[in-house]
């Protein structure tokens, strides 16, 4: 069965501080995979997106690194603020599955003051 | 802007009884998904569409049914509400194309059922 698991599960900070976030899939053959970041309450909002071929993309203080030999994915997140309090998600799209998405169960993140 | 909307943003029903949510985007967006989203699993697909009269089923798909009339709707309907369906359900929309669409996501419904 193809599955994203994300570690770890929860993750509290001091503000200021950089953090990783890890992501190990089994999704193959897989044609991208996405970072999504998911406010309490809201939906889940686009961070980066990469395609097999790419190691890393950044989004402000947001960099994503993708090793498709290993199948794992993290996020960095740098200097970090309240406002990146939030689930983060990550997600693989399946090739042979229709491109359909496969979602991580994602790391809930605190920053505190 | 353009943007995607979900009613009612919460929910309470009963065991049994049938219920719609509704989701309505603005994108012009060929493709619409549902989701719910529950404590200890990731995000789960139920039913999909590509287009005007196109539905798909997911990966959670039993007790739901999706029928798509318009560009703009995609309605979710639980036939006969059940305990199991108690959960956050996440509406999405994409343009049709390339692998690496952007989804964009709806604010979510929250439903318990009783």
């Known amino acids: 069965k193809n599955q994203v698991e994300q570690s770890p599960q929860s993750l509290i900070i001091l503000e200021g501080k950089n953090c990783t976030l890890q992501?190990?899939?089994?999704?193959?053959?897989?044609?991208?995979l996405r970072w999504y970041k998911q406010d309490t309450g809201r939906g889940p909002v686009s961070l980066t997106i990469?395609?097999?071929?790419?190691n890393t993309k950044s989004n402000g203080r947001y960099t994503a690194t993708l090793d498709a030999d290993t199948k794992q994915s993290s996020l960095h997140i740098t200097a970090s603020q309240l406002s990146d309090s939030a689930s983060y998600i990550c997600?693989?799209?399946?090739?042979?599955?229709?491109?359909?998405?496969?979602f991580g169960g994602g790391t809930r993140l605190m920053v505190k003051p | 802007d353009a943007e995607i909307t979900q009613s009612p943003r919460h929910k309470i029903t009963e065991t049994g009884r049938q219920v719609t949510l509704a989701c309505h985007q603005t994108?012009?967006?060929?493709?619409m998904f549902w989701y719910r989203q529950d404590l200890g699993h990731g995000l789960r697909l139920i039913h999909y569409?590509?287009?005007?009269?196109?539905?798909n089923k997911g990966e959670v798909s039993d007790g739901y049914s999706v029928s798509r009339s318009n560009t703009e709707d995609l309605p979710l309907t639980l036939e006969s509400a059940a305990s199991s369906q108690t959960s956050v359900y996440f509406c999405?929309?994409?343009?049709?194309?390339?692998?690496?669409?952007?989804?964009?996501f709806g604010p979510g419904t929250r439903l318990t059922v009783t």
């Open positions: 999405a929309s994409s343009e049709q194309g390339a692998p690496t669409y952007e989804q964009y």
């Open positions: 992501c190990n899939y089994t999704v193959s053959p897989f044609s991208n």
């Open positions: 990469m395609t097999f071929s790419e």
């Open positions: 997600v693989v799209s399946h090739i042979n599955a229709g491109n359909m998405l496969t």
């Open positions: 994108w012009n967006h060929n493709n």
């Open positions: 569409s590509y287009g005007v009269h196109d539905t």
